[in-house]
């Protein structure tokens, strides 16, 4: 009995380990030099017709869910979004927009509707401010 329950705990203990390092691995990633950033979130919040978005796909590559920003290359590029549905209607509807992306710079994308209680709406670009960096002069 103590054979097997030290295998257990040292397979558990090995499995800690793993998921820790792939956790800070995963923190060490790094981005091109002139990298921008897409944001979902409102910069402005007091416009009431505006709603946060999520960045769903990059140029029909799939982004991580739930990310703060999206890393993106400079050049042209296709952003899928997607935001909550209106009140009343259970599904979300997807939006595509074609971007330029400037090197160095952040993206903050909303969602616009004319009405809040209207399910139809369009990305528009809130925001762009400079994300600095050591090349980003």
């Given at each position: 009995i103590n054979a097997r329950r030290y295998a257990n705990l040292r397979r558990k203990l090995?499995?800690?380990?793993?998921?820790?390092?792939?956790?800070?691995?995963?923190?060490?990633?790094?981005?091109?030099?002139?990298?921008?950033?897409?944001?979902?979130?409102?910069y402005y919040r007091a416009n009431s017709h505006t709603f946060a978005t999520v960045i769903t796909a990059v140029d029909g590559q799939?982004?991580?869910?739930?990310?703060?920003?999206?890393?993106?290359?400079?050049?042209?590029?296709?952003?899928?979004?997607?935001?909550?549905?209106?009140?009343?209607?259970?599904?979300?509807?997807?939006?595509?927009?074609?971007?330029?992306?400037?090197?160095?710079?952040?993206?903050?994308i909303v969602a616009e509707r004319d009405n809040r209680l209207l399910q139809n709406w369009r990305p528009v670009i809130e925001r762009v401010d400079d994300a600095g960096g050591s090349n980003c002069r």
């Open positions: 090995l499995t800690m380990i793993m998921a820790l390092l792939a956790a800070a691995l995963a923190g060490c990633a790094t981005y091109p030099e002139n990298v921008s950033f897409l944001y979902g979130e409102r799939s982004t991580m869910l739930r990310s703060v920003q999206v890393p993106i290359e400079p050049g042209p590029h296709v952003v899928r979004l997607t935001t909550a549905p209106a009140a009343g209607f259970p599904i979300p509807e997807m939006r595509e927009l074609n971007l330029n992306v400037e090197p160095c710079k952040r993206y903050y």
